[in-house]
């Protein structure tokens, strides 16, 4: 039996999780979705169990009937809607680090986190460096396989619009045409793609131990395939 039958996510009303959580209940081979949340989801589907916890924790007794041996992670923000470095930081990598270690406690195995293009705990910029802190402590928990997915430039429509994106995804339509090789990195990537990426990923039942990283540019490789 696949170790997909049961996953968990955590993020699923964002940008790519909301694409994610869609497309696993409709997946035919995975039987239950649990969603950790703060708030309830609107979705009513017989397979999704909803884990709703302000702290985005989870009690071992919640999935002791199907525990999930495949996790999910699509949170995150940026500074403008954060407010501030440290709120953004406690975001993007303590709350990102603390639900990874909350899932590989009730015996997740595999992890699938969203991070981007250009993560590095030596990076300049506060975002990137942040995102770095937050593979480095990911990859420590001790889960038998983390995939990072780093994409580029997110396009797709949010249910909080982000302004800085809107105007970067206009500028990058002009540029699409040149961006090849290396550069495709840094073309706008939409996130229902990211999203059937990390799904099909995990379909693959790939049981290599270690740590895997997909940028943009091996994304669109992927599902051209």
Do not use: W
């Given at each position: ?41 609107d ?7 909803q ?11 919640q ?23 440290s ?12 639900v ?19 993560a ?12 770095g ?18 994409p ?61 990283r ?12």
């Amino acid at each position: 039996m696949s170790d997909l039958t049961s996953i968990i996510l955590a993020g699923s009303t964002g940008l790519i999780g909301h694409h994610l959580l869609n497309s696993a209940l409709k997946n035919e081979e995975i039987q239950h979705v649990y969603s950790l949340t703060r708030r309830p989801l609107d979705d009513i589907c017989s397979k999704l169990i909803q884990v709703i916890n302000p702290e985005l924790s989870i009690d071992k007794e919640q999935v002791k009937d199907n525990v999930p041996k495949v996790g999910f992670i699509t949170l995150g923000t940026t500074i403008k809607k954060a407010g501030s470095k440290s709120a953004l930081k406690a975001i993007d990598v303590s709350l990102v680090v603390s639900v990874a270690q909350s899932m590989h406690d009730i015996g997740v195995e595999r992890i699938y986190v969203v991070s981007c293009i250009g993560a590095s705990s030596s990076a300049f910029s506060h975002y990137l460096k942040c995102k770095g802190e937050m593979e480095d402590k990911v990859a420590d928990i001790g889960f038998k396989q983390v995939t990072f997915m780093q994409p580029g430039p997110l396009s797709g429509s949010r249910t909080e619009p982000r302004t800085d994106e809107a105007f970067l995804q206009g500028v990058m339509k002009v540029m699409n045409p040149l961006m090849k090789g290396f550069l495709l990195n840094y073309k706008p990537i939409h996130g229902e793609l990211v999203a059937q990426c990390m799904l099909e990923l995990a379909l693959k039942n790939n049981h290599d131990n270690g740590i895997v990283r997909y940028t943009s540019r091996e994304m669109f490789a992927l599902v051209e395939q």
